[in-house]
């Protein structure tokens, strides 16, 4: 097992940080790594997130591999793509790829994928593929209005962000919901965990001492 416990999040999105905050692990470096996120011809949505996140990780791990304290650090990357069928939505920038997306989206199912990579002080990649499915209620007029002036769906991908008010517009989840909003916990932990860096739970220490 490696003596290294660096782990270093590659992502500027903050819903990660707070999601890996939220299952008790603080990243010793943030690290956004850019990259072309446009999809291959015909490339189907679960191949993007994975091919995506797993750039992103090793963009990271080069910019970082002559970095003191990071040579050998954990690199953790992911990327989430919604589709409805095979159509890979956008993470939307423009109120008018917003207002697509949600009309596209409402009355119907989609899948939301999140491909996960770690690279591991050992030199190994490992990586993920999350699915989820959600149900939207049909959308009326106003309720397309108010969503779209809310600016909730910037940067988003699909132009929504379940863990605000699009919330609301869930009928059904099926399976991860922090998938969702950008990092499977359960899957990301358990990734981790399987490659010997050691996640502290506060409430297990809590339960030992009982
Ligand atoms: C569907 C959905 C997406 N999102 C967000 C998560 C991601 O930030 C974004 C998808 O874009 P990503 O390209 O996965 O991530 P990002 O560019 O924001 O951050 P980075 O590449 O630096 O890690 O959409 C939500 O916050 N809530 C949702 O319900």
Request: positive net charge.
């Amino acid at each position: 097992m490696s003596v290294f416990q660096n782990l270093v999040l590659a992502s500027g999105s903050p819903r990660r940080i707070e999601l890996l905050q939220q299952a008790g692990i603080e990243p010793d470096r943030v690290f956004p790594a850019d990259i072309d996120e446009t999809p291959a011809k015909a490339e189907h949505p679960r191949s993007l997130a994975k091919r995506l996140s797993k750039t992103k990780a090793e963009k990271a791990h080069s910019a970082l591999s002559q970095e003191e304290g990071f040579e050998g650090a954990f690199i953790l990357a992911a990327d989430t793509v919604v589709a409805v069928g095979r159509r890979i939505l956008p993470k939307t920038e423009l109120l008018d790829e917003a207002s697509n997306c949600l009309r596209l989206l409402s009355g119907r199912s989609h899948r939301v994928y999140t491909g996960i990579c770690l690279k591991t002080p050992s030199g190994k990649t490992r990586q993920k593929l999350v699915e989820t499915r959600v149900r939207f209620k049909r959308l009326s007029r106003e309720e397309l209005e108010s969503y779209l002036a809310s600016g909730e769906w910037r940067g988003k991908a699909g132009g929504y962000a379940v863990q605000g008010l699009a919330g609301t517009f869930v009928v059904k989840l099926v399976g991860s919901y922090s998938n969702v909003v950008g990092l499977p916990l359960h899957e990301t932990v358990g990734l981790l965990t399987g490659e010997g860096y050691k996640v502290h739970f506060a409430w297990l220490s809590g339960a030992r001492t009982a």
